[in-house]
């Protein structure tokens, strides 16, 4: 017997405990985790349907759809998190994106730079979710490079005022987009799209040629960053190729 079940044997036998209300705690805290894993479908369901009204919104033009919908869009993956068990910091790194999301929709540079301050918190949170894990050296390089390029292409473009706070969330953006190989292939593909995400809409500050419905490619990839980091944090551990660290607490 090990020495945990050897002390719960203790605990729950032990003079003037009712055994009864050891019974009752149990039963309690397995009802907890049914009606917790019956929320996981329902979640989903609700976070893909409102990504489908984001973005038929942004591409339709309907400014209200898109208005309603893009601040249900994080709180729905994070409950989705939450009730598969999901760490606490992939939680977080949810939640902040929502606030970047929200102060985004406000349309104005105070907004802008709060809403990018958020979003680099939640970079932080994914950071410190993926451990100390090494990175590839070649990919590691191969995206300094790429920040190097796009930032000096972009860096007379953007407003004056921008220029910093873009350049140093480029930098956390892309240490992000990086590690985000130590869950797996799925969530390497997810940093990659943030970044590509992100690129899109730094493109449009500067005034770069912009694909037809722009919002609507920024939207899509971010979604798609954004539930590939996730479900490659939930992803069994065998799945998570190259994976070497744990996840950090869990909810």
Known sequence: MSAEADRDRRTNTAPGRDPRSTDRTNA????????RDRLVR??????????AVDLIGVLAG?????QIAKPLLMPLLAGYALARRGPRLLVAALLFGWGGDTFLLLDSD???LVGMGSFAVGHVCYLWLFGRAHSSPVAALGY????TVFVALLWNGLPADLRVPMAGYSMLLTAMACRAGALGTRAAVGGGLFLLSDGLIATGIADWP?????DFWVMLTYLAAQY???TGALAPAPERAGRTTADGPRG
């Open 28 to 35: 309690d805290a397995e009802a907890g985790a049914g009606r």
């Open 42 to 51: 329902p979640l989903l369901l609700a976070f893909l349907g409102a990504c």
């Open 62 to 66: 309907i400014e209200l759809a898109h």
């Open 110 to 112: 105070p907004a802008f």
């Open 144 to 147: 300094a490079v790429a920040l």
């Open 210 to 214: 912009q694909l037809p419905a722009p």
């Open 228 to 230: 590939l980091l996730t």
